[in-house]
């Protein structure tokens, strides 16, 4: 190792070094939307994006997670386009829509000209047959069976206007339209059974066009030529910049970072908390942002005879120290929650003020309820142990070191809490069977009516909640057209999610990708998933 | 000769059957199923609700009785039908049969390679005088054996192909993308391979019979590289036969790590999701590949030795 001839070469690389970060923290020092060098926008390209793992089945109808849902985004238009910075819903497809009243009605008037790749025209029929191709896959859409719950139909009521009509108010459905879930395909995909359209024959009319997946391998996209109807939001008008995008699957985290360093390829997802600061300072550029929806937090099981006293709850609600955990856990990409809502998810209140870090007034409540410290250190209650059932699924890697920090936090003021961990699969099994106490995840969706889903005692109910106040505001949100009147009640529910700590909101989970200096402009859209549109190489 | 490889079928159809039937209960043994991980997204804990869950499990035939679900892929798999993937749809077999060049060319040149290294060694390593030399090629193998698989080839991947820049870290395409992760497969083998040879070599040069043929004349390098390597190749010829086996076991590891395709990813993959008709899939594969190599092995045995017989390997 020590071999003389190396040195000149290490010197090289640690000046190499040197000069890239310079520049990349005299970019940041600037603005991250400026390009060093001064280079301007220009067509032409060849991206390729190393995913952390098989993407499965790309159709955008059917896929549920990141890896797939990256390549499925960018061969599908939505009727409507979600702003990430304000929630605001802006024209795609649709140049206008109305709400009626009560939520149930939406009446959709599509842009003229937009075509699927295989030249069909994207009309009202277009829309009518992909909803009701949704419906039809029921359980199969993993998301979009949820978004049209209640689906009563679409009306083609003339080439360029639908109206699509639901049972019950359906609020987050506009929110829906505009989401890769309910993006819309051409007749000729729409009309295969669902296994026929995960690795193929997807026809889209969004700005990059499937030229291949090999499961396991890759997926290889082309620009669209001729597409102009691109989201309201995006300020390139034409066809994306890329030529072509490559989404390979590298699914060694060390592999994948190495392939970035050694430029084998200009991007990569799933960079996991403990590779960040090697890219940071090997001088690429790490982009991140907070996915919307319900951050990772304990969700209590009420119908459990410890949980189901209030001052337990907040007590737990007051120890777990949010910061700690971040500063410990994860990076500097992360944020501690602050509210029961993610911090990008639209309707999002901060309710930190709630969720302060009080170990003295935690067990203040605790000793009022009776717990009282036993000699082992727990707390005892009429010869019980103030010991609690944690169930977890592994769906993000740091969650393990996560919850054992939080089960150090809790000990320390006396209570225990044992860990079961599951696999996903598992997971939802072990949450329907009941038989524990908090159940560990988090679910990314834009619009707040995730709240309901989580919460309300009318659905699915895993906490075994009976809070008609509750229950009240959250049917209110989805039934409330006017954005603003709903934003009151989505601020309302949070607080009362927190205030009964029926939820105890820990971190937001993030996507964090790690950049070279050639790619700009790859931009996080609402529900932190990837939009390639406006995407360039220097 | 027919009545040996009739009784040796019958034993390869009775290893498919037993490979098929365990993997079947243990599959159903584990905690949750392929719907309810294809349900979750593989992301967030979306919310599904258990009528959604009942209806896919329906779709798939999982709501049946245990039973009747084993009869029913047990018929379809003896008429070569394995099912399509829950997670993906497609045909089982078509998924093995495109995967299986890859994996082919990676264990196939891995074996060549192993055989090499790992005999080169051995013969060296015995034939040596110089006590350092052999010293050191004879504990390379102990070595070879004790290194995970994984870690040799992030290792060979962070050196030659992210600082050297010599070779690519992944994917499928040519020779230069297969030189790694061969070598990184073909260690292990080779050091099994070594070990066994090496010592069977020096049981073999402690006969009687060596020191006859060195009485009569034969130079040492002839006595060992023709009278006793052919002798002392029989131990490590059978465990050729088991280790075509841990080569396609190694693939999982050495695919994965290398972002290759083949059958060793999809077993990865369809082994995290629980995609039962794939996996059965995979392991009837498997122990064919298995079975057949272990025939080959014993159908080479009497041409090695004519001492062996062929119906003798039936009897035994």
């Known amino acids: ?33 400026d390009s060093p060098g001064g280079s301007t926008p220009h067509s032409g390209g060849h991206l390729t994006f190393a995913l952390a793992s098989d993407p499965i089945c790309i159709d955008p109808q059917q896929a549920g997670n990141n890896d797939a849902l990256y390549p499925a985004r960018q061969l599908v238009d939505s009727l409507t386009d979600q702003d990430p910075r304000t929630g605001r819903i802006v024209p795609w497809l649709a140049k206008s829509w109305k709400v009626s009243k009560d939520a149930t009605t939406f009446t959709f008037t599509l842009r003229e000209g937009a075509t699927f790749s295989d030249g069909t025209p994207v009309n009202a029929r277009a829309v009518k047959d992909n909803f009701d191709g949704i419906v039809k896959l029921g359980a199969k859409a993993v998301l979009g069976s949820g978004y049209l719950a209640g689906y009563k139909g679409t009306t083609v009521v003339d ?43 997807l026809v889209g009319s969004g700005p990059f066009t499937l030229v291949d997946y090999t499961p396991n391998k890759s997926v290889e996209e082309r620009r669209r030529a001729g597409y102009t109807w691109g989201s309201s939001l995006w300020s390139r008008k034409g066809p994306a910049y890329l030529d072509k995008l490559t989404f390979k699957v590298i699914p060694e985290s060390g592999v994948r970072t190495g392939s970035l360093q050694s430029g084998q390829v200009d991007a990569i997802g799933g960079v996991a908390p403990q590779d960040e600061p090697g890219l940071k300072s090997a001088g690429f550029s790490l982009q991140s942002r907070a996915n919307p929806g319900l951050p990772f937090a304990l969700t209590a099981n009420v119908a459990r005879p410890i949980t189901k006293d209030l001052r337990v709850r907040r007590a737990i609600q007051k ?6 955990i971040v500063d410990t856990v994860l990076s500097g990409s ?19 003020a709630q969720l302060g870090h009080d170990v003295a007034g935690a067990e203040k409540l605790l000793d009022a309820a009776g717990w009282r410290t036993g000699s082992d250190g727990i707390r005892t209650k009429d010869g019980r142990k103030l010991s609690l059932k944690v169930i977890w699924g592994a769906n993000f890697g740091p969650n393990q070191t996560a919850l054992e920090l939080i089960q150090q936090q809790l000990k320390k003021s006396g209570i225990r809490i044992t860990l079961q961990s599951a696999t996903i699969g598992d997971f939802i099994a072990l949450r329907q069977k009941g038989d524990y106490d908090f159940s560990w995840g ?56 927190l205030d009964k700590a029926y939820q105890i909101p820990v971190f937001e989970l993030t996507t964090v990708l790690g950049l070279s200096g050639k790619v700009h402009d790859l931009d996080f859209e609402a529900s932190s998933r990837l939009q390639f549109h406006e995407t360039w190489l220097s | ?28 043994l584990l905690p949750g199923d392929p719907v309810s991980i294809m349900a979750a997204g593989g992301g967030d804990t979306n919310d599904i609700s258990p009528e959604q869950l009942a209806e896919l499990r329906k779709t798939y035939g999982l709501d049946k009785p245990v039973l009747e679900q084993y009869v029913s892929q047990l018929r379809h798999a003896l008429q070569g039908d394995f099912g399509i993937s829950v997670q993906s749809g497609e045909k089982v077999g078509h998924m093995i049969g495109t995967a299986l060049p890859d994996t082919l060319r990676l264990t196939s040149g891995a074996l060549l390679l192993a055989l090499v290294l790992g005999g080169a060694t051995a013969l060296l390593g015995t034939y040596t005088q110089w006590r350092w030399l052999r010293q050191v090629l004879l504990s390379l193998p102990a070595l070879g054996v004790s290194a995970p698989t994984f870690l ?46 090496a010592k069977s070599l020096r049981t073999t040069l402690s006969e009687p019979y060596v020191e006859t043929a060195l009485a009569k004349g034969a130079s040492r390098g002839r006595v060992h590289f023709r009278h006793a390597t052919r002798n002392a190749s029989i131990p490590p010829l059978t465990v050729v036969g088991m280790l075509v086996g841990n080569l396609l076991a190694g693939s999982v590891v050495v695919e994965t790590v290398f972002s290759r395709t083949g059958v060793g990813r999809i077993t990865a993959t369809a082994v995290a999701s629980q995609d039962i008709p794939v996996v059965q899939g995979l392991v009837v594969f498997g122990a064919l590949v298995f079975v057949l190599a272990n025939l080959a092995v014993d159908l080479v045995y009497p041409l090695l030795d004519p001492r062996i017989t062929t119906s003798a390997a039936v009897a035994r």
């Open chain 1, 1 to 33: 190792m020590s071999d003389p001839r190396r040195r000149p070469r290490r010197v090289l690389t640690s000046l190499t070094a040197v000069t890239v970060l310079s520049l990349a923290a005299g970019a940041c020092s600037s603005s991250s939307a």
């Open chain 1, 159 to 201: 080439e360029h206007t639908a109206e699509v009509a639901f049972a019950a108010p359906n609020a987050q459905f506009l929110q829906a339209t505009s989401t890769f879930t309910l993006g819309l395909l051409a007749a000729s995909t729409v009309k295969l059974p669902a296994e026929k359209r995960c690795t193929d024959n």
């Open chain 1, 319 to 324: 120890i777990i120290d949010r910061q700690e």
């Open chain 1, 334 to 352: 992360y944020e501690p929650a602050t509210s029961s809502l993610a911090s990008t998810t639209s309707g999002y209140k901060d309710l930190s």
């Open chain 1, 442 to 497: 988090n679910t990314t969706r834009v619009d707040p009516d995730i709240l309901r889903t989580g919460f309300s005692g009318k659905l699915l109910n895993f906490g075994h909640l009976a809070d008609r106040e509750l229950d009240g505001v959250l049917d209110e949100q989805a039934s409330e057209s006017d954005p603003a009147a709903r934003a009151a009640h989505v601020a309302r529910a949070q607080k009362l999610v």
């Open chain 2, 1 to 28: 000769m027919t009545r040996y490889l009739t009784g040796r079928l019958l034993q390869a159809v009775l290893v498919l059957w037993a490979a098929f039937t365990l993997s079947f209960g243990v599959l159903y």
């Open chain 2, 152 to 197: 040799v080839g992030l290792v060979l991947v962070q050196i030659v192909s992210f600082r050297w820049g010599l070779l690519p870290a992944v994917g499928n395409e040519g020779f230069d993308s297969l030189v790694l992760p061969m070598i990184t497969l073909a260690l292990p083998t080779g050091a099994v391979l070594a070990q066994v040879f």
